[in-house]
Structures are given as C-alpha cells and as structure tokens.
C-alpha cells in the first residue's frame, strides 16, 4: 500500500486559493473542495422556488390546467355553440351546456329580471311564483320539463304561457339562466 502523495509543489498549482483539499484519501485519490457553480446552484434555488409556487398555484389556490379540465371547458363551449346553433327544441344536454355559456346566461338574465324577477323575485328566491333556485320542482326540474313550462305557462295559478311573447330563443336563454343555479344531476343520477 502505496502512501497517498503529500501536496508537492505540481499538485499545489492545480488548486486554485479557494479550494482546500478534503481531508480524505481513497486509493490515492484526493479530492478539492470545489464550490458549486453559481449556474448549478441558481438552477437549485429556482426549482426549489418553482416547487412551492406550483405546489400552491395548482394544489391549494384551485387552478386546474390539468388537460381534463381544459377538454370539459372547450367541450362545454362547443356544446353550447352546437345548441346556440340549433333550431327547434334543444334535449336536456344541450341546455345544460347552455347553462355554462356566459353569454347565454346573460342574455337569459336581462329576459329574467324584465319579464319574470316580479314574481320570482331578482335572485330567484320566490314570491308570487316559486323559488326557481332550490331543487323543489312542482312542474319538472328536467331543463327539458323547465322549458316546457315557461313555454305554456300555468294559467290558472298565474303563470303566463310565455311561449308567444318571448319566443323559443329567449325562453331557452332564460331557461339556460335559470339552470346556471342548479347543478347537472350525474349521468347515474
Ligand atoms: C305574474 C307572476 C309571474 C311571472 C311574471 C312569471 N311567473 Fe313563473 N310562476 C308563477 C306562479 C304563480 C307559478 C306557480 C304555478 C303553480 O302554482 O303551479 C310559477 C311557476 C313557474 C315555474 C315552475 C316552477 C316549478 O316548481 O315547477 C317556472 C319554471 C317559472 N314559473 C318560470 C318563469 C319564468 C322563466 C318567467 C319569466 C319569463 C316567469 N316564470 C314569470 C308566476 C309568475
């Protein structure tokens, strides 16, 4: 067993002032104590930053960029530009997809509040008409089965048919408002 080579003058001049040698020797070999490069350890520090904000970001303040979220939106929007698109009665999925549409919603909101906020009050509590914001339907909480009544009212308790008045559109965008309330039941449901 060879002994390790003390520190001639050769090896010295490898060594730059900053670097001591470690007190170790394997076999010979001797090791600097080089300090890490500023590029190595910024790339440290930065990722550690970049952990704890995207820890925060997207596990505790609710952003969700996660593709199924981005695929559920851009199908919503298509859905609801599909029955925007559609003439004739819309089925159950198309005003449910409606019901997610800002602009749809909004227009349904302005019918809501000239033509039916009197009597179901401005936050669809209720008055003279049914609360139409809970899950209590007496005639079908079906979008559907909502539409259907808008459409032909219920005369004889004081609910008008609106069909003629507002006209198939405006009844669905206030349906569509009216949904934008109410949560889609599951496909199981
Ligand atoms: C003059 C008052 C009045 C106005 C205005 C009115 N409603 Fe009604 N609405 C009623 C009454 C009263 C009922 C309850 C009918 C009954 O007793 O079955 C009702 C019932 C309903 C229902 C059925 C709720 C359920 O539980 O099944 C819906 C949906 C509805 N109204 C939507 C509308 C919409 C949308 C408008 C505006 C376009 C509107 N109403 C305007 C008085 C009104």
């Given at each position: 067993?060879?002994q390790?080579l003390k520190?001639?003058?050769?090896?010295?001049s490898?060594?730059?002032?900053?670097?001591?040698?470690r007190?170790?020797?394997?076999?010979?070999?001797?090791?600097?104590?080089k300090?890490?490069?500023?590029w190595?350890?910024?790339?440290?520090?930065?990722?550690?930053i970049?952990?704890?904000a995207?820890?925060?970001?997207?596990?505790?303040?609710g952003a969700?960029?996660?593709?199924?979220?981005?695929?559920?939106?851009?199908?919503?929007?298509?859905?609801?530009?599909a029955?925007?698109?559609?003439?004739?009665?819309?089925?159950?999925?198309?005003?449910?997809?409606?019901?997610?549409?800002?602009?749809?919603?909004?227009?349904?909101?302005?019918?809501?509040?000239?033509?039916?906020?009197a009597?179901?009050g401005?936050?669809?509590?209720?008055?003279i008409?049914?609360?139409?914001?809970d899950n209590?339907?007496?005639?079908?909480g079906?979008p559907?089965?909502?539409?259907?009544?808008i459409t032909?009212?219920?005369?004889e308790?004081?609910m008008?048919?609106?069909?003629?008045?507002?006209?198939?559109r405006?009844?669905q965008?206030v349906?569509?408002?009216?949904?934008?309330?109410?949560?889609?039941p599951?496909?199981?449901?």
């Amino acid at each position: 067993m060879s002994q390790p080579l003390k520190n001639t003058p050769a090896r010295q001049s490898q060594k730059t002032k900053d670097d001591a040698l470690r007190p170790h020797v394997y076999d010979g070999i001797e090791e600097f104590d080089k300090r890490l490069p500023n590029w190595w350890l910024w790339t440290l520090y930065s990722a550690m930053i970049f952990s704890v904000a995207y820890w925060f970001i997207m596990h505790q303040a609710g952003a969700d960029f996660s593709p199924q979220a981005t695929i559920e939106q851009k199908l919503a929007r298509l859905q609801a530009e599909a029955a925007a698109r559609a003439t004739g009665p819309l089925n159950d999925d198309q005003l449910w997809a409606l019901s997610l549409n800002s602009e749809t919603v909004s227009a349904g909101k302005a019918t809501f509040l000239a033509t039916c906020a009197a009597c179901h009050g401005e936050n669809l509590q209720g008055g003279i008409g049914f609360n139409l914001a809970d899950n209590e339907w007496v005639h079908g909480g079906r979008p559907t089965e909502i539409v259907h009544t808008i459409t032909n009212g219920v005369v004889e308790k004081g609910m008008q048919a609106w069909g003629s008045q507002l006209g198939e559109r405006k009844i669905q965008e206030v349906a569509a408002f009216i949904l934008s309330h109410h949560k889609k039941p599951d496909a199981t449901q």
